[in-house]
């Protein structure tokens, strides 16, 4: 008997392998009964001309997908406020879609910020993603002096201007800067009381961990809609380092998926729809109905996604 013999002699044949390994059942589709799931889409105000009409092109091919409403963000330290207040006051003017303005406490007064919410409400804009945001540049977060301190302060200062809906930020994995689990699930439901009829999610991989902080939600009385944020990743590293700062982890199989794809953008596009709809499919098979993509300005990805949860176009 040689060595190779001995090898095929220890391990099972192909088939019996096969028809050993564990058996996974297939996700459900969409049921025909079932109504398609509420969409909502993220972008962020653009820097350039290019960039620019990148936006209403990916804007012109989302919409028919009549998403529940579209978010614009802010940027670091307020440092787009321009941007996205031109942007959201033109999607108000010039489109049915309903905007959403992201506003953070960051480097500004209550007065100051007060008055671009009150610009947002003069310009038709009805809902607001309610945020503290992050220091420009990074490092431990300082309240602005005069300014709201927290996003609860923000978003009951905001209910105190006008009847806007609210939206706040959670996060399934913990905020990093958070004391504790508790301490910021207790937070969320402070944002809530407050006047926020809705949460949307930092960004996840793991299903799991999302489906306990809803169980760990509503054990601590939350009842608004946690909405989860879907990101597909088509850029590997960049979502690897962006996650760390965020404290959203990543698990390995995802860098395997993209190993040995740098500089192969198509397979990495595909391999990132795959991805992110086997994450969606998961979700909805698990009851969710309701999703909010961070759409980087690509619409594609996200098209195809919203196309496998069962969302057709409406012209
Ligand atoms: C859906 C979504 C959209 C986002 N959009 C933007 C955007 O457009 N622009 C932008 O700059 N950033 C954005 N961010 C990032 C966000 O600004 C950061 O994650 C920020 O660090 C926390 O914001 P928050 O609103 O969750 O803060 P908060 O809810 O205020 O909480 C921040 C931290 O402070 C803790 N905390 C709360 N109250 C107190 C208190 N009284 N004392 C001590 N600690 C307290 C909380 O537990 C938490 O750890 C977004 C995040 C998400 C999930």
């Known amino acids: 008997m040689t060595h190779t013999d001995l ?24 049921s025909e009964a079932a109504a398609p799931p ?6 962020f105000p653009p820097k350039t001309e290019t960039l ?20 614009v963000t ?22 049915t879609l309903p905007p959403a303005a992201h506003l953070t406490c960051v480097g500004a007064t209550r007065a100051e910020v007060d008055e671009v919410a009150r610009q947002y409400w003069a310009a038709g804009v009805r809902h607001i993603v309610a945020l503290r945001g ?9 309240p602005h002096p005069g300014g709201y301190a927290y996003a609860v302060d923000l978003v009951a200062g905001l209910r105190r201007i006008a009847d806007f809906e609210i939206s706040v930020a959670a996060y399934p994995e913990m905020h990093p800067a958070a004391v504790s689990l508790d301490a910021d699930l207790d937070n969320l439901k402070r944002k ?21 902080f809803l169980d760990r939600a509503l054990a601590a ?32 199989f995802l860098g395997r998926l993209f190993d040995g794809l740098d500089e192969d953008a198509e397979t990495r596009r595909m391999v990132a729809t795959v991805v992110a709809a086997e994450q969606v499919r998961l979700l909805q098979a698990n009851g969710i109905d309701e999703f909010h993509f961070y759409t980087l300005n690509r619409p594609d990805l996200v098209y195809a996604i919203a196309h496998i949860l069962g969302v057709r176009p409406s012209m």
């Open 192 to 212: 809530l009381d407050a006047g926020a009829t809705r949460a949307i999610t930092q960004y996840f991989f793991d299903t799991e961990t999302y489906l306990r």
């Open 52 to 71: 620019e009409a990148q936006f209403w092109a990916c804007i012109r091919r989302l919409s028919p997908l009549r998403p529940r409403f579209v978010s």
């Open 134 to 142: 992050d220091m420009p540049g990074g490092g431990t977060y300082e």
């Open 221 to 252: 009385g939350i009842t608004a809609p946690i909405v989860p944020g879907i990101l597909p990743v088509t850029n590997f590293a960049q979502v690897a380092r962006f996650s760390a700062a965020c404290g959203t982890s990543v698990p390995p």
């Open 74 to 95: 802010y940027g670091a330290g307020g440092s787009t406020q321009a941007r996205t207040h031109a942007l959201v006051a033109r999607l108000a003017a010039e489109t």
């Open 38 to 43: 509420a969409l909502s889409f993220e972008f």
């Open 7 to 30: 090898l095929h002699a220890s391990a099972p044949a192909p088939l019996e392998r096969w028809l050993t390994a564990p058996r996974v059942r297939g996700l459900p589709g969409p």
